[in-house]
């Protein structure tokens, strides 16, 4: 009789050991041991969050003809960080690996076990891997060692709060916050061709300690900070409060813009719905260098200040463009061939080292007897200045608009791209 046990008092149990099971392989289901391994080849791999919002796994992407992927977090059908990508695409061959090592680093392999990105987070005493329904992958010992969504690529997930020292990067560009609160794009680590701040009546009595910017779900971009009572808006999308299934995200794009987007969660389409830099061709080094950038009907494009120039790579005219004849290799004299309604951008730093307050003649003649100068702008728009470029990048904008006149050094003689219209019969 004493061997006999109710089974009454087991019943409840099984069922909090069953309950525990399920528990503990939910949590097992949603984590990323120790060791894990993903590779491009086999299709089925992917780290995904535990509602099913978001995974990790290899993309194949479009790589002119070659097959390459990205390890990257996909949410709602939109790619918003790239394990190594940002002023890198990331880019990786077929044999490749992304690993969770024994020692807690993530670290993405090229074929050839040549390392690609790390997370660096080795002996750091990371336990696990878990990708949160956010769109968050976090490594943490228990407290979090390292996150994605602290270490952005090119893109700001909705919700995701954007920080000091984070940089969006693409290519030679990258937006980061400044602690006045005001945000900037930069090219090469350098030119800043954007810079916004707060209306000055918002910061006017206040110093930001912590400023964070933010897309939130509805579509409108805010700054919030702990001595501010409500965040400011920064920009609204187009398309804010619509309602609807969407995915918004802010991304620094490879022309050097940063946009507001919507997709209709799931379809991996997107549409733009804000751009910070509103005029395209006032993004420094969009046509390369000594590109010229230009609208034709619809659009902006690259092309070269004259025929004595060729496109550095002739299939790409983003890649800009080179002198058919070194100047130093001038078989005569050079000279300076106007370009009428034309401007080379000048921004800080260079505002401070290569604007003078000359006239147009003197603008023409001093870039011309400077040996350094390789081109020269006069505003003409009242002000009375001239740019005289001594950078070894130029990035120049035509448009019937501008009242600039500009000059570039070439091997006389001077070619233009098409003979003025007065010259035509
Ligand atoms: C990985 O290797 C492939 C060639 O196998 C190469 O095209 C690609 O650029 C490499 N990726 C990186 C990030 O080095
Ligand atoms: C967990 O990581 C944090 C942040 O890197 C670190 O300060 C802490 O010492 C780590 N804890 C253990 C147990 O390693
Ligand atoms: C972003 O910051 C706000 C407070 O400013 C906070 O409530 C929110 O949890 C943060 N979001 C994330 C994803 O960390
Ligand atoms: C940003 O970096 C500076 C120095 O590099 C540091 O003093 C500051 O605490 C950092 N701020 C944040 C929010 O991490
Ligand atoms: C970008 O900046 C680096 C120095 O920071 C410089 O060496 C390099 O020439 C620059 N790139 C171009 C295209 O000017
Ligand atoms: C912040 O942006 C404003 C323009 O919006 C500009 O006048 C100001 O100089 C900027 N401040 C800094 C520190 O860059
Ligand atoms: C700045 O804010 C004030 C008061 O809210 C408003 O009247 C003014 O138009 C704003 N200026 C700009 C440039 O947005
Ligand atoms: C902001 O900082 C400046 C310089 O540190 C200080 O003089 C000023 O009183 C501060 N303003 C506020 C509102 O804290
Ligand atoms: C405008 O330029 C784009 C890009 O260079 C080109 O695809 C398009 O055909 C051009 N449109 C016209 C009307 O020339
Ligand atoms: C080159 O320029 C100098 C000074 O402007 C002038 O004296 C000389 O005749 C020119 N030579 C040629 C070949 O045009």
């Known amino acids: 009789m004493g061997s006999f046990r109710d089974p009454r008092s087991t019943f409840p149990l099984l069922i909090s050991a069953l309950i525990f099971f399920l528990a503990a392989f939910k949590s097992d289901a949603a984590d990323v041991a120790l060791g894990s391994v993903l590779r491009p080849t086999d299709s089925n791999a992917s780290w995904v969050s535990p509602g099913e919002t978001c995974s990790l796994q290899f993309f194949p992407v479009d790589a002119g003809g070659a097959s390459l992927y990205v390890a990257a977090i996909a949410f709602g059908g939109i790619r918003v960080w790239t394990a190594g990508g940002g002023s890198t695409p990331g880019m990786v061959d077929s044999a490749a690996s992304l690993q969770l090592g024994s020692d807690g680093n993530l670290r993405l392999f090229n074929g050839s076990e040549v390392l690609v990105w790390e997370s660096g987070t080795a002996g750091r005493g990371v336990t696990k891997g878990a990708l949160l329904d956010t769109g968050n992958f976090v490594l943490s010992n228990g407290s979090t060692v390292w996150d994605s969504f602290s270490n952005p690529t090119d893109t700001l997930l909705q919700n995701q709060n954007f920080t000091l020292n984070e940089t969006l990067r693409s290519g030679p560009y990258s937006f980061s916050l400044l602690l006045v609160g005001n945000f900037t794009l930069e090219w090469n680590n350098t030119v800043v061709y954007y810079n916004k701040g707060l209306n000055a009546s918002v910061v006017a009595n206040v110093n930001l300690t912590s400023p964070s910017l933010t897309l939130q779900s509805n579509g409108i971009v805010t700054l919030s900070d702990q001595a501010l009572a409500t965040a400011p808006v920064i920009a609204y999308s187009s398309d804010y409060g619509e309602p609807g299934e969407l995915v918004r995200f802010l991304r ?61 790579e002739p299939g790409d005219p983003r890649k800009g463009c080179r002198r058919k004849q070194e100047i130093k290799d001038c078989p005569g004299n050079s000279t300076m061939l106007q370009l009428d309604h034309t401007q080379f951008l000048t921004y800080p730093p260079d505002i401070s080292t290569e604007v003078f307050f000359v006239g147009i003649t003197a603008c023409r003649q001093n870039c011309l007897s400077g040996s350094s100068c390789v081109a020269s702008t006069s505003l003409a728009d009242g002000s009375g200045l001239c740019y005289l470029k001594v950078s070894n990048f130029v990035s120049g904008y035509h448009s019937p608009a501008l009242p600039s006149t500009s000059f570039v050094k070439v091997c006389s003689p001077g070619i233009p791209n098409q003979p003025p219209l007065s010259h035509q019969p």
């Open 252 to 312: 620094l794009d490879d022309d050097g813009n940063l946009r507001a987007y919507s997709s209709v969660r799931g379809t991996g389409q997107a549409t733009a719905r804000w751009s910070a830099v509103t005029d395209q061709c006032e993004v420094f080094g969009w046509c390369g260098n000594m590109g010229i950038c230009s609208y034709n009907d619809t659009e902006p494009t690259c092309g070269c200040p004259s025929k004595n120039f060729e496109l550095t």
